[in-house]
C-alpha cells in the first residue's frame, strides 16, 4: 500500500469507531459534513447524532422536536431538574446544559459499557456540570429518585429499534408522575406508522395519566403514509401548542402539533402490564438498520 492509500485508509478508520458494549455493537460514525460531529449506532440502529463542537446543533428531527418542549416549558435559560430515560450519546442532555445552564440532569442508561464509550470518546457535561449518569433499567430506576424530583422527564428508550414494553403502560407512567413536580412535563418518543398497531393504546394510556396532552410528528407520519417518531407529550397544566406550532413549521422538515382535542382523537384501549408489547419493528432501512 502506498503511502497516500495508507493515510487515506487511516482517516477511513478514524471515522468509524466501532466497540462491543454490554447489549451490542457500538459505532460511533464520524459526520462528513461536520468534523466534530458523531452518529451513535447500536447494532445498525441510529441512535444518537452529537455536535461537540456545537450541543444546540440537532440533527436529528425528534430530538429537534422535544428540544422545543424543552425551550418552552419554562421561562428561557431557567436552570431545570431533568430526567432522561434512555442515554443514547446524551444529545438532548448536552444542548440542555447549553441552553439551561446549572440544570441538575439524570441520564439513566441501561448498557455501562456504552456510557463508558460515550463518555470516553464524546466527552461533554459531568458531575460539575450538573449531569449524572445511572446505569440502570429506565423503569426500575425511577423506585431510586425522590417524589418531584424532576421538572421534566423525557423518555427515549428503544431495545432493537423498538420501544420496551415495560415502559408503554399505565403502570409505569404512575411512577413517572410520582417523581414528576406537579407542574412537571412528561415526553415520549416512539415510532409507529398505520393501520397504527401502537399508537392508540400510547394515546389513551398517556391521557388517563395526564390531562392535558400534545404530540408532534411529520404530516406524511401522522397520514399513516410512512413510519415515523412520534413526540407525545404530557402535563396537568397547560401545555404551549400555539408556541409548538410555530416553531415545529420552522424546521427544516416541518411538523405538525396536534392539540389535547386532536392527540385524544387517536385513543385507543389503555395499556396494562397485564397487556403491553413492544412497538412495532421498523421497516427494513429505517434508523439506519
Known sequence: MDSGASRAAERDAAAVIRAEVDHGVAELVRDPDRPQSWTLLLDGTAQSHVDLADPEHLEFEYVRRIAHVTDLV??????LRVLHLGGGAWTLARYLAATRPGSAQTVVELDAALADMVAHRLPGPGDSDGLEVVTAEARTSLASFAAGAYNLVVLDVFAGARTPAQVTTVEFLHEVRRVLAPDGVYVANLGDGAPWPFLPGQVATLGSAFAELAAIAAPDVLRGRRFGNLVLVGADRALPVHDLVRRAAADPFPARVLDDAAVRAH??????????????RPPAGFWGQ
Open 267 to 280: 385513543a385507543g384501549t389503555v395499556v396494562t402490564d397485564a397487556t403491553a408489547v413492544p412497538s412495532p
Open 74 to 79: 419554562a421561562v428561557p435559560a431557567v436552570p
